[in-house]
């Protein structure tokens, strides 16, 4: 009886929610516990969004919407995207109950068994877990901290094969806040075009949030538009994780298939929390400018303080949220009361229950010579954090 789904039995529990998870409970006990290892803005949701939801529900806009959202958010989600240069209408437009949601499907309508997906590593934790839930293969392609973590032409050239389905191309990049230039997409997407059955699904819920750097969208390059799902939400750039909504938008065959496995899933999103997302995309840019200009305060001083210790390696990232050092020059180490640090989990197992600071292993995203380091929290505890990261990496032997 007991015998699971054989796509569901090798899926992995997301290992970031695991983190948090352990240091909340080591904080219930009463630990003194720092962790950088949130995925989400620690900003509020503007408030011109919480009155958009407010009025929503006075209104009585209570009852289900359309399978693909509104159409006065589809409608502002394609104006917006012809803003980003890419030429789309409001029927191209999905809207789901998170980016989360809108990757897996985008995942599902194509892939199969058979079917691989080039996934740049690090990599956001769930992308290979969706490739397995859709039975495909995930193909994870490396990248190195000399070129930022961007994936090289070359090295997507050399990992393409006749079963690559799928790119999942996610820039800026959790977990390493890598921002792919211009041109550099612009080479990628010379590769991807040299092969007609390669899609491209392309997670840019961080790509409001950059500093020095320009976001440039895949689908608006010439001759990527019919093959490429671009995908975003609300999420990251409006503060607003807990209200799930997220978009997807793409050619029609596509974007139509996704919405069929959504109509038999979920259907579509809340419908308080899309009249808040209208009024989201009609805002001015305010309150965004001023979460980015804090983050990239934060960037500095923490990159200045992991500069500062030996043996740590972190490129400047130019977007989202996160900072992804290489610390493998500690493996091989030894803590004080005896133990060997062999990896990025037995370092981040350290660094939480001996010195009080939660990051993520590396090796949740598929890369075990980094951690990833979330400065998505005020800057008290921030430096608090690096405090105990620099001890508690001078304490090993
Ligand atoms: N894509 C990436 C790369 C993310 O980091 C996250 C959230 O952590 C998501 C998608 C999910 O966003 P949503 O809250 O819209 O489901």
């Not at 996610?170 to 041109?183: D, I, L, Q, R």
């Not at 059955?197 to 608006?220: C, P, T």
């Not at 065959?253 to 919405?259: C, G, L």
């Not at 598929?366 to 800057?379: E, K, L, P, Q």
Request: hydrophobic share 40%; charged share 20%.
């Amino acid at each position: 009886t007991e015998t699971l789904n054989r796509h569901v039995e090798t899926v992995q529990p997301s290992a970031t929610l695991a983190v948090s998870a352990r240091a909340k409970s080591l904080s219930s006990q009463g630990h003194d516990i720092v962790s950088l290892s949130a995925g989400e803005p620690d900003f509020g949701t503007p408030q011109p969004i919480v009155d958009a939801a407010h009025q929503a529900l006075r209104d009585g806009f209570t009852h289900y919407t359309p399978n693909a959202g509104i159409p006065a958010l589809r409608e502002a989600v394609a104006a917006k995207l012809q803003r980003d240069g890419i030429d789309v209408q409001a029927q191209n437009v999905l809207c789901s109950n998170g980016a989360k949601q809108s990757v897996a499907q985008a995942v599902l309508a194509v892939c199969g068994p058979g079917d691989e997906v080039l996934i740049p590593a690090p990599y956001w934790v769930s992308y290979p877990e969706m490739a397995r839930l859709a039975g495909a293969t995930p193909v994870p392609v490396a990248t190195r901290v000399a070129d930022g973590y961007t994936m090289t032409p070359e090295a997507l050239r050399a990992a393409i094969t006749d079963q690559s389905r799928v790119l999942l191309f996610n820039s800026p990049s959790n977990p390493t806040g890598a921002v792919y230039s211009p041109e550099l997409v612009r080479e990628l997407a010379d590769v991807i075009r040299e092969h007609p059955n390669l899609l491209v699904v392309s997670d840019e819920i961080y790509a409001q949030v950059v500093f020095d750097a320009q976001h440039l969208s895949m689908a608006s390059l010439p001759g990527m538009l019919e093959r490429t799902m671009t995908i975003n939400g609300f999420s990251k750039a409006y503060a607003m994780t807990g209200w799930r909504l997220g978009y997807a938008a793409g050619p029609l065959w596509w974007a139509d298939a996704m919405a069929t496995i959504q109509s038999q899933i979920t259907s579509g999103p809340s419908s308080i929390s899309q009249k808040a997302g209208v009024a989201a995309l009609e805002m001015d840019s305010a309150p965004l400018d001023k979460m980015v200009g804090a983050f990239r305060q934060r960037r500095d001083a923490f990159l200045a303080r992991l500069d500062a210790i030996d043996g740590v390696q972190c490129p400047k990232p130019e977007g989202a949220f996160y900072l992804f050092p290489d610390v493998s020059a500690y493996y091989g180490t030894t803590t004080a009361s005896g133990a060997t640090i062999s990896g990025s989990a037995d370092l981040c197992l350290y660094l939480l229950e001996e010195h009080g600071v939660a990051l993520v292993p590396g090796v949740a995203f598929g890369d075990d010579n980094g951690v990833r380091i979330s400065y998505a929290a005020g800057m008290d505890d921030l430096m608090k954090a690096a405090d105990r990261i620099e001890g508690g990496l001078g304490a090993l032997r």
